[in-house]
């Protein structure tokens, strides 16, 4: 992917690491995706909301984040019943290495690493260590962003394990992973796109992922 797409599919913070609703509703981007987004399947029954999505240098979709459960807001790391239970699904549009669109360069292609980074660095937005200070919370921020993206880069290395969960229906490898802030996953479709998610306090052995027919149904 592109360096300006690896910003992250983020919602923006208010004060107190309350996320500014208005930002996150807005289905218009997800309406402008040339390909099919994907959220958990029809066996998770709980609230579902939009976040935001990544664009090109040329305004095209690129990838996007829905997330299920409990809404998580930026905090330290919480333990027994005070954990939020959540899980982000992102979507990230299977791009070849194309030029720019100002036929200066080349943009990166996207990949199952591309989805991995993603996943990595979202679970990272909501999280940092209880014990720290939050003034450094930025370069904490900034290593474990970079350490993300070296883990997303050796999908085969020792970090990684293999899961097999259903994607509209087929069983489907994925790349996982285990940390104490949650955990992270990343996978293709048949669909062309590759998925990546992320979650804390659910476990990610029983998700099933599937196509969203209607994404305008979204709130």
């Known amino acids: 992917m592109e360096t300006t797409s690896r910003s992250v599919a983020q919602t923006p913070a208010a004060e107190g690491g309350q996320h500014v609703p208005s930002a996150r509703r807005a289905v218009d ?4 995706a040339s390909f099919p987004w994907y959220g958990l399947d029809e066996a998770f029954t709980g609230p579902r909301w939009l976040m935001q999505v990544g664009t090109a240098s040329d305004g095209a979709v690129e990838h996007g984040s829905i997330g299920h459960g409990d809404e998580p807001s930026v905090r330290a790391e919480a333990t027994g019943e005070d ?4 899980a982000v699904v992102v979507t ?19 990949s199952v690493s591309s989805a991995a ?3 990595g ?3 990272l937005s ?5 014990q720290m200070d939050h003034s450094l919370r930025d370069d904490w921020l900034e290593q474990q962003t970079e350490t993300a993206w070296a883990l997303a880069d050796d999908l085969d290395g020792p970090e990684w394990s293999t899961l097999s969960l259903p994607v509209d229906g087929v069983p489907t490898a994925f790349h996982y992973r285990e940390s104490e802030f949650g955990w992270v996953l990343a ?6 796109v590759h998925v990546g998610a992320y979650g804390r306090g659910m476990s990610a052995y029983g998700l099933g992922f599937a196509a969203i027919k209607d994404i305008a149904v979204y709130e």
């Open 187 to 192: 996978g293709s479709t048949r669909q062309g």
């Open 126 to 130: 909501f999280t940092w260590p209880g």
């Open 121 to 123: 660095v979202g679970l």
């Open 92 to 110: 990230v549009a299977a791009n070849p290495v194309r030029r720019s669109p100002d036929g200066t360069g080349l943009l990166e292609a996207t």
């Open 83 to 86: 954990r939020e239970r959540f």
């Open 29 to 32: 981007g997800y309406l402008r």
């Open 117 to 119: 980074w993603l996943a």
